[in-house]
């Protein structure tokens, strides 16, 4: 093996698994420093702790309720028993609100788990093989793009029977081409960096230059667009239970369906619909803030 070749299998090697890590530890430390970054992971903490140890954290059922103190203009506000009060049928408001944790982040992270997994595979297909494959697949793509996004999850969740199945699928179907764009677009940017010419200056096959060279230093935008849709699909989720498309039983708490459900008591018992709407802000915040800071410690050009 001439010296040549000895360089380029080390620059195809050595220099390119160090791309990736080192980039991920120099984000990380940035993640440190920054007081956003360090706000919206303890606020997408705080939604996690909630949602996993709800039966622990919840005063009462949530499902079980008293109609006997509920009138049509009339609804118990906070109390010593009840601190952020009673709903429209007489349940617990805070237990509902913590059990809504955990169903809002169930869709989101299975949702986007799907949509992402697939909107990748497609992407990493377009991306590596190009040619008519990259042609078809981006113009499917493009079809599914073309329609509004909340609007393909409504169409999608209406052709579904109301579940919670349903809603999962139709925000993955929403994320599907916005991942496969993005991972095919870095991978593009990829392919005429100085390690990928010096893999196929050696000789190494064009699959294992995708697999092991382009595609692992591809994915710092597809993390970033990982945390910011799971906001999206928080907000998606409650949509979709709001317009009646979520599970099928109104006893299940969700964040959506309990604004969908208080809409003629504004007047009388407005923090029916506070507490939830603050429910989703709090946590769609954590994301966006810990996305935002996240994208700016990956890309140095957005570095303060």
Known sequence: MSIAESEARLLSTEHTGDIAGSRMREAFR??????????????????????????WLAPHS?????????????????????????????????SRIIYGARASLLIGVVSLSLGALVGMLIGALAGGLGGWVDSLLMRLMDIMLAVPGLLFAIAVAAVLQPSLRSVMIAIAVVNVPVFARLLRASMIGQRHSDYVLA??????????????????NSLAPVIVQGTLSLATAIIDAAGLAFLGLGSADP??????????????????????????????????????????????????????
Do not use: C
């Not at 954590?286 to 990956?298: C, H, K, M, P």
């Open 30 to 55: 940035q993640l440190r420093r920054n007081p956003v970054a360090i706000l919206g992971a303890a606020l997408i903490t705080l939604f996690v702790v909630v949602a996993v140890f709800a039966p």
């Open 251 to 304: 006893s299940v708490p969700e964040w959506g369906r309990m604004l969908a459900d208080t809409q003629q008591y504004l007047q009388s018992a407005p923090q029916l619909a506070l507490f939830p709407g603050l429910a989703i802000v709090v946590s769609v915040l954590g994301f966006n803030l810990l996305g935002d800071a996240l994208r700016e410690a990956l890309d140095p050009k957005l570095r303060r």
């Open 199 to 216: 893999a196929r200056s050696i000789g190494v096959r064009r699959w294992r230059i995708i697999v092991g060279h382009v595609l692992p």
């Open 62 to 94: 949530p499902t079980a309720g008293d109609l006997s103190q509920i009138t049509l203009s009339h609804v118990p506000g906070p109390s010593a028993e009840h601190p952020l009060g009673l709903d429209t049928q007489g349940r617990d408001e805070l």
